[in-house]
T-cell receptor, first 118, second 110 residues
Framework: GAVVSQHPSRVICKSGTSVKIECRSL??????MFWYRQFPKQSLMLMAT?????????EQGVEKDKFLINHASLTLSTLTVTSAHPEDSSFYIC??????????????FGPGTRLTVL | SQQGEEDPQALSIQEGENATMNCSYK?????LQWYRQNSGRGLVHLIL?????REKHSGRLRVTLDTSKKSSSLLITASRAADTASYFC??????????FGAGTTVTVRA
């Protein structure tokens, strides 16, 4: 089946530093990947849509200069949290659509990255 | 923004019993999906139901969709301890951006 990986699974950083999270589709190609954020005991909120070869589109209220997204290839999207602050501590999850499976509309989710900013 | 409301917020049942949770949404959809999330882990896709479908089955799961009421339900039959998790509905308006409900936490007691 389709597998999406994320790296790292867990990261702790100091306030003011930048953190890069990778999302990879391991056995399929994904022109579109999505980044979600989940605060403790809450639901997932869509942050942005990552498009291969073009700029990401951000949801309302998400700062594009703070959450940099790069989708350099059909199997890799990266989310960089710049100048991280404690309020950015969250669970970041990506998902990817298989470009071949237009009929299924199914997205495959990564295992998530737990970010803790001290 | 979050579209769905889920009900109940939490559910505790005995192993072998059925668990039912509901999801309501506000805008038109292309499809509605249900996911399971174990504590601190990623999402597992359970089932997708399209707007022109009314009911769908997958193993012990049964999903219904009532577009006139903008609501869906997920039934898990003959629950097992391994079904203990949070369950989320998510709607897709056709742009593949998923809008998630608040989730239902299900605890299955042995």
């Amino acid at each position: 089946g389709a597998v999406v990986s994320q790296h790292p699974s867990r990261v702790i950083c100091k306030s003011g530093t930048s953190v890069k999270i990778e999302c990879r589709s391991l056995d399929f190609q994904a022109t579109t990947m999505f980044w979600y954020r989940q605060f403790p005991k809450q639901s997932l909120m869509l942050m942005a849509t990552s498009n291969e070869g073009s700029k990401a589109t951000y949801e309302q209220g998400v700062e594009k200069d703070k959450f940099l997204i790069n989708h350099a290839s059909l199997t890799l999207s990266t989310l960089t949290v710049t100048s991280a602050h404690p309020e950015d501590s969250s669970f970041y999850i990506c998902s990817a659509r298989d470009i071949v499976s237009w009929a299924t509309d199914t997205q495959y989710f990564g295992p998530g990255t737990r970010l803790t900013v001290l | 923004s979050q579209q769905g409301e889920e009900d109940p917020q939490a559910l505790s049942i005995q192993e072998g019993e059925n668990a039912t949770m509901n999801c309501s949404y506000k805008t038109s959809i292309n499809n509605l999906q249900w996911y399971r999330q174990n504590s601190g882990r990623g999402l597992v896709h359970l089932i997708l139901i399209r707007s022109n479908e009314r009911e769908k089955h997958s193993g012990r799961l049964r999903v219904t969709l009532d577009t006139s009421k903008k609501s869906s339900s997920l039934l898990i039959t003959a629950s097992r301890a391994a079904d203990t998790a949070s369950y989320f509905c998510a709607t897709d308006a056709g742009d593949y951006k998923l809008s998630f409900g608040a989730g239902t936490t299900v605890t299955v007691r042995a």
